[in-house]
């Protein structure tokens, strides 16, 4: 009986068609809009706009004179943001190596 039980399996191994073992892997559901989003962090646009958050919040954060504390780390915040934003072109730039070599 376990003989003609292996013998029938064998058989049902070699009939299945090929495509039910092949797998085609396309990666995650979400690595297309990620790799849209990295794309889009790090091009000409993202590049320019940071710069010029940098420089618009290094000169509030110079002659800002009375503002608040709220403001003052709201500001603090966009330039920490914009230089994140900017640290992928810079590094490309500087070293040849994007943000993350793995």
Do not use: D, H, Y
């Not at 590049?47 to 603090?76: P, Q």
């Amino acid at each position: 009986m376990l003989k003609n039980l292996s013998v029938f399996g064998l058989m049902l191994c070699t009939f299945i068609p090929k495509k039910v073992f092949a797998s085609v892997s396309t990666g995650l559901p979400w690595e297309s809009p990620l790799q849209t989003f990295q794309a889009s962090l790090s091009g000409p646009v993202a590049m320019s706009i940071s710069i010029i958050a940098i420089v618009v919040s290094g000169a509030t954060l110079i002659f800002g004179g009375e503002i608040s504390e709220f403001a003052r780390r709201m500001i603090i915040v966009v330039m920490v943001i914009a230089l994140l934003v900017s640290a992928n072109t810079i590094l490309a730039m500087l070293f040849g190596v994007g943000g993350a070599v793995i």
